[in-house]
């Protein structure tokens, strides 16, 4: 032991003599110098101090809508790629929810559609899984990064062309992909299921997004980066990285690959999915509202909290297990630590909502990228709670675990992009909602479907993990009590997907509706030029 | 911050220094732990039957490591000993699991060596255990007429198996089988073994 705790000491002190560095770099050069005037540069002007919430009434006001020329030709440059990425998004979360729903149902009928291999329980849970990461949060989140990214930089979208061959190359990968998994093909750990053979070609999809969206930020017609910027470039060069190392065959094994495994499968979702929806919310909230954030220098905080502290937190999955001890409080302080970089995006975040409640009524878009972020709050307080070894003895190997995985990866992630395409889409494709009433229909059916599926398992978790723990109980009883827990699991997924059924619909109507005259023929002026 | 250059270079920094935290020194460690005398490396019967496990996703429901009794009743259980890093030195994919849908497997083979039971069980869980919610895997057996010579007949209680003909397990699910069966960590912990001792009860 002695060794590693030299070797450790040793690593702090140098890690905090360059974190130095860098510090003094940083405040000598100004570039911690921030004022609330950098929290406009999303606003073109005449912007700021009106609600932009376009095309979800046919009645609603025009003069709610800014026509800036401009941006009107970065937007038309978007448009594709950004069209692209959503809509295979759009499709992949309607598949993606039909194989959660079987898993689902799998597990209180379990004989039912149990006669082929590819329709096994431990299969159609792995493609859920990989198709709602990889296809729906991932690549609509990468849509929402390409249409707002040239809005907020004011300048056209760079390689445009690269972006789409990034998004078609990582669709074919995640088809390969699930016919893999669907056959039996996997590498079989989770998170990292997909066979590196196909992984390779998803990292290669992935580097392709990364030249646009530098490429265009260092073209920029604005001198500061706003915070989402911040988020969306570290989030766009950790991917490929991570994904490559965790996916390397042949390198790691046993216990050690337990510890890639959960240093992987926690930064896919903290150093890659969470920036990416906490930068849109970062973005839309303000946006939505027309009002800057509550506190600016706050989100510098909370955006260097989150990269170092959410970056070692993944050996909380290994608590108790057969891996040395401090590696796995060091991702338990780290767990408990992310309370600093939540609480200061939702002091942003909330606070900026809080104080516009007229904006959370008015606009739908607000109100689902709002739920949104709070539950990532509320996600990220209960995963620091979940890593303390008292509780986690209790819900560690339990369906709690899985309704906290819904609440962070559904509700924050995915309740962001509903908002966030209700926001884009009429500007996107110049088209009013076709039926704006349906928007609260699918507003309400995911939100109490998901209130079901959470309560469900949350407490049936608890009940199923206190069992296993009463040596004097059969383990028969922790899986007897779970049955009805699961039974109205499955009633919530039904109402989250029937929901997904009315937005990808609604989706495709907006898509594909003719465009009407006045708005197709919108001015083309004068090409955006590089800074 | 309006740069670019210092942003992504601080934020892979940070990935690195993660990478090294919870990849490199852990590993360095673990690395230079030798298998726990007494575990045998997995012959290719049971390797095949090891993937099949994994194919199947069983890992989505039974962990493989059971957690020290400063935490809880795993041992009392029948579970085992607490799993220790060396366990592992054969392993990968590593099969550690994050959930307890059914118990915990590290030592089945030591708990429940019954070829026949395994089989059973595999093609319809309900006939040996009516409240498990676990699949069946019948399309791992196959209904004969007969059976022919070297074939594992495979027989069903209460009634659960095919009304005509004889079942015949696949080879896959005669692999899978002796993979359980090789499931057996119950040798000695060395002293000074790796594991989260985190639980662990003060002894002053």
């Given at each position: 032991m002695e060794p590693t705790i030299g070797l450790l000491l040793a690593l702090s002190f140098l890690v905090s003599l360059l974190a130095l560095t860098f510090l003094i770099w940083a405040v000598s050069s100004r570039q911690m110098a921030f004022n609330q005037a950098q929290a406009r540069t999303i606003f073109v002007a005449g912007e700021e101090g009106h609600a932009d919430n376009p095309g979800i009434s046919p009645n609603a006001d025009d003069d709610t809508h800014h026509f800036d020329p401009a941006r009107a030709g970065i937007d038309a440059i978007s448009a594709r790629p950004v069209t692209i990425l959503l809509t295979t998004a759009v499709l992949w979360l309607v598949v993606g929810s039909i194989f959660g729903l079987t898993a689902s149902l799998k597990l209180h009928w379990?004989?039912?559609?149990?006669?082929e291999a590819w329709l096994t329980f431990g299969r159609v849970r792995t493609i859920h899984l990989n198709i709602v990461i990889y296809g729906w949060s991932s690549l609509g989140l990468l849509g929402v990064v390409f249409w707002v990214a040239p809005r907020m930089f004011h300048t056209r979208l760079r390689h445009p062309h690269l972006a789409e061959v990034g998004a078609l190359i990582w669709n074919l990968a995640l088809l390969a992909a699930v016919f893999a998994l669907a056959t039996g093909?996997?590498?079989?750990?989770?998170?990292?299921?997909?066979p590196w053979q196909i992984d390779m070609l998803l990292a290669v999809a992935s580097a392709c997004f990364v030249l646009p969206l530098l490429r265009t930020a260092a073209a920029r017609n604005v001198h500061h980066i706003y915070v989402t910027g911040w988020y969306w470039m570290a989030a766009i060069c950790w991917f490929p990285v991570l994904f490559v190392i965790a996916n390397l065959p042949g390198l790691f094994v046993g216990a050690q690959q337990a510890t890639v495994n959960w240093w992987f499968a926690h930064n896919v979702l903290g150093l890659w999915l969470t920036p990416l929806g906490v930068g849109a919310g970062y973005y839309f909230i303000p946006k939505i509202i027309g009002k800057p954030i509550?506190?600016?220098?706050?989100s510098l905080l909370g955006f260097w909290a989150l990269a170092l502290f959410y970056s070692q937190v993944?050996?909380?999955?290994?608590?108790?297990?057969?891996?040395p001890t401090w590696v796995v409080t060091l991702s338990i302080v780290h767990s408990v630590m992310m309370f600093v970089p939540v609480i200061t995006v939702a002091i942003n975040q909330h606070v900026t909502v809080a104080q516009n409640m007229w904006a959370f009524k008015q606009s739908i878009a607000l109100r689902f990228v709002s739920l949104g972020a709070i539950c990532y709050t509320l996600a990220s307080f209960q995963g620091s709670i979940e890593a303390l070894r008292s509780i986690n003895t209790v819900v560690?190997?339990?369906q709690y675990t899985v309704g906290h995985a819904h609440l962070g990866a559904y509700t924050f992630l995915s309740f962001t992009l509903f908002g966030a395409v209700y926001h884009m889409m009429p500007r996107i494709?110049?088209?009013?909602?076709?039926?704006?009433?349906l928007i609260p229909v699918h507003f309400w059916l995911v939100v109490i479907g998901f209130t079901v599926y959470f309560v469900a398992l949350s407490i049936g978790g608890i009940y199923q993990g206190l069992a296993m723990l009463?040596?004097?109980?059969?383990?028969?009883d922790s899986v007897i009590l779970l049955k009805p827990y699961l039974e109205s699991r499955s009633v919530g997924g039904a109402l989250m997907t029937l929901g997904h059924f009315v937005f990808a619909a609604h989706f495709a109507a907006i898509l594909l509706q003719r465009r009407p005259a006045a708005v197709s023929s919108a001015p083309m002026t004068q090409p955006v030029v590089a800074a | 911050m309006n740069r670019i250059l210092p942003l992504s270079i601080l934020a892979l920094a940070i990935l690195a220094l993660a990478t090294l935290m919870l990849v490199v020194v852990p590993g360095m460690q673990i690395n230079a732990q030798p298998a726990t005398p007494g575990l045998q490396p997995y012959t290719a019967i049971q390797l095949r039957g090891r993937q099949t496990y994994v194919s199947m996703g069983c890992v989505y429901c039974h962990s493989q490591q059971p957690r020290s009794t400063d935490q809880g009743p795993d041992g009392e259980r029948g579970w085992g000993r607490p799993a220790i890093?060396?366990?592992?030195?054969?392993?990968?994919?590593?099969?550690?699991?994050?959930?307890?849908t059914g118990p915990d497997l590290s030592n089945i083979g030591a708990r429940l060596p019954n070829q026949a039971w395994h089989l059973a069980h595999l093609y319809q869980p309900r006939s040996v255990s009516a409240w498990s919610i676990m699949p069946a895997y019948s399309f791992l057996f196959e209904v004969k007429e007969r059976a022919a010579p070297g074939d594992v007949v495979v027989r069903i209680p209460n009634?659960?198996?095919?009304?005509h003909g004889v079942l015949v397990a696949k080879p896959e699910a005669i692999d899978l089988v002796a993979y359980l069966q090789s499931l057996d960590r119950t040798m000695v912990a060395p002293a000074?073994?790796?594991?989260?001792?985190?639980?662990a009860k003060s002894e002053r």
């Open positions: 379990p004989d039912w559609l149990g006669d093909w996997t590498d079989g750990e989770e998170w990292l299921e997909i509550y506190s600016y220098s706050l993944g050996i909380h999955h290994l608590i108790g297990g057969p891996v560690h190997f339990t494709t110049g088209c009013s909602w076709p039926w704006p009433r009463d040596a004097t109980r059969p383990f028969a | 890093a060396s366990d592992y030195a054969y392993d990968s994919p590593h099969l550690l699991g994050t959930m307890r009634g659960r198996g095919p009304k000074h073994a790796e594991r989260d001792d985190g639980y």
